[in-house]
């Protein structure tokens, strides 16, 4: 269903009409009264009525983390502190969180996006949602709170955590809908099997997952333990928290930007240039109805594409490929911009593997060598040496079909990469240059 | 009819295969046969053993990739031409080796090679209807 019929199935023309008049009023606004953006525009020479089109917003300069956690934490507040209702702050792995603000108007539009999110996701009024979000600073929980009351629907706002209890909540209350990151997911169905709560017992129809990145695999599995449709919702703090875009139910294929109030674009991290439909890059996005925290092209670090293609689902917005890795990961290879995820999906078309291997990139003479370290477990092993080669050369087929970028397979011993805290280091760069 | 053989992917780095012997030996698990292919990446272990599921068992627990397949014990008379004999049958049947080795032990005065076929049910189907010996597992473990 769709929330809101008027604004979400807007031809591109009005759609870009509406664009280009808030983007003026936004860039009008930050320079007069945040002393972050005025500076920036001025050194880049441009002034607020330079913005003609659309294209010009390719002329303002970025906004990245960095500039952020310079200001913290209320520096780029766009409002007085006496119009800001309600604050929010990222957890920094390193140093100070980012802190973003929101006005009364803000926190109403952030609910709408949230109810239209969930209405993509194919959640009604009727609806009982399952809020395993966790709820304090992070945006996840009230995020989806809120919208889930917009849009009509009975949320428990359970939070995280207690994972045995939430188990018998949703099997008392009867929910409906479960909305959490896409690991506790996995969690949530373990431990119900555990408790002997079978999964199917429960009245789980959606879940809409993110806060994270995760994969199709991941979807499969989920929806196969959890007997229910996932569905990909992505959105970051730094933009309004959870509601920035969403998978439609009808497609699950691409997330749909709620383009009336944000606008996308796809850049190369490395350059700065920006990119064209279908090209992966950086995700950057600017927002133009938002009052206390607006950004002007704030630089997500999230990897994506964009798909202007129309969706059987009715909606104009342009969708976003999955979020697949950050640009922080990224490395440049014989030229070739490759990200570790891209890898990973490679890994995870093949049957056979799973997803554990780690990337050396060394310099040979003047050439960039790529090796890509496979762990092998039981569905890939075999007693005979031709089928292990064979499944090397099937990987690196792959690999320079999808990258571009010749790679050398060499697979290895399980749980021989590298772990630090859990977690695989993906990367090792040798080159010295 | 059928042999169970474990196979065990290694790197080649120093010490994997003394790794292998150590966890089995302690264990108590005794090694009847054994054959390592390898390439300049990899190799494959295969190991004919007393215990095939705790073999099994206690490599998975030290972190091995541990494989099961099938494989035939097959007594070949220890005389010139002898080997040249079977391999010669299978030929004849369109039957694929993928690869074979030697248990160590004798039976009686013959030896006993072990064979990896693509095919297993057939080939020995074929080795039986020309009179070849084939060694039970059974047998074989406790040779
Ligand atoms: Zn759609």
Redesign the interface.
């Known amino acids: 269903m769709i929330y809101n019929m008027e604004f979400e199935t807007l031809p591109r023309e009005a759609l870009e009409a509406i664009q280009l008049r808030r983007l003026k009023q936004t860039v009008e606004r930050v320079y007069a009264t945040v002393p972050f953006y005025r500076k920036q525009f001025d050194k880049a020479g441009v002034r607020p009525d330079d913005i003609r089109t659309l294209d010009d917003l390719r002329r303002l300069p970025f906004t990245t983390k960095q500039d952020l956690r310079d200001n913290y934490p209320f520096g780029l507040f766009a409002v007085p502190m006496e119009n800001v209702v309600r604050i929010h702050a990222s957890s920094g792995t390193t140093g100070k969180p980012t802190v973003v603000g929101y006005t009364a108007r803000d926190i109403q539009t952030w609910a709408e996006l949230m109810a239209r999110a969930l209405s993509a996701a194919g959640a009604t009024r009727g609806d009982i949602i399952h809020n395993a979000y966790g709820y304090g600073l992070f945006t996840g929980g009230l995020g989806v709170h809120y919208g889930a009351e917009k849009l009509g629907a009975s949320v428990i706002p359970i939070s995280g955590g207690n994972t045995k209890r939430q188990i018998m909540i949703m099997k008392d209350f009867g929910a409906t809908v479960l909305t959490c990151t896409p690991s506790y997911a996995l969690h949530l169905a373990e431990v119900a099997m555990e408790m002997g709560v079978d999964p199917k017992t429960l009245k789980l129809k959606v879940g809409v997952f993110g806060a994270e990145p995760w994969s199709e695999k991941m979807r499969e599995e989920i929806e196969q333990k959890l007997y229910l449709t996932a569905i990909d919702i992505y959105g970051l703090s730094e933009i309004i928290g959870p509601g920035v875009s969403v998978e439609c139910i009808e497609a699950k294929k691409g997330l749909h930007i709620f383009e009336d109030h944000f606008i996308p674009e796809i850049i190369d991290p490395e350059t700065g240039k920006n990119l064209g439909p279908g090209e992966v890059g950086e995700l950057v996005i600017t927002t133009i109805t938002k009052e206390a925290f607006p950004v002007i092209r704030y630089r997500t670090r999230d990897i994506t594409y964009l798909n202007p293609e129309p969706c059987i689902c009715g909606r104009t917005h342009i969708r976003m490929g999955r979020v697949t890795g950050r640009s922080d990961d990224m490395l440049i290879i014989r030229g070739v911009n490759v990200f570790p995820s891209q890898i990973e999906s490679v890994l995870m078309e093949i049957d056979e593997v799973e997803p554990h291997y780690q990337l050396i990139v060394d310099r040979e003479g003047n050439l960039d060598i790529l090796t890509v370290l496979v762990e092998?477990?039981?569905h890939a092993?075999?007693?005979?040496?031709r089928k292990?080669?064979e499944l090397?050369r099937k990987i690196e087929k792959n690999i320079k079909e999808y990258l571009g970028v010749s790679a050398k397979v060499?697979?290895?011993?399980?749980?021989?990469i590298a772990r630090s805290e859990g977690k695989a280091q993906r990367v090792i760069d040798k080159r010295k240059i | 009819m059928k042999v169970e053989?474990i196979?065990i992917?290694?790197?080649n780095k120093a010490g994997?295969l003394a790794e292998v012997t150590r966890v089995l030996s302690e264990a108590g698990i005794n090694i009847r046969a054994l054959s390592l292919?390898?390439?300049s990446?990899?190799g494959?272990l295969?190991l004919i053993v007393n215990d095939t599921e705790l073999a099994k068992k206690v490599l998975k627990e030290n972190?091995?990739?541990?494989?099961k397949?099938q494989v035939v014990a097959v007594e070949v008379e220890d005389r010139p031409g002898g080997l040249y004999k079977i391999l010669d049958i299978l030929r004849a049947a369109n039957i694929n080796v993928?690869?074979m080795y030697a248990f160590v032990q004798q039976s009686g005065n013959n030896a006993v090679i072990i064979f990896?076929f693509d095919n297993t049910d057939e080939a020995i189907k074929i080795l039986l209807e020309n009179g070849v010996k084939i060694i039970e597992g059974e047998k074989l473990y406790r040779m």
């Open positions: 092998v477990g039981e092993f075999s007693d005979e040496v292990l080669q090397e060499k697979l290895v011993e399980p749980k021989t | 053989q196979s992917f290694l790197e994997r292919a390898d390439t990446d990899f494959i295969r972190g091995f990739t541990v494989g397949t993928e690869y990896r």
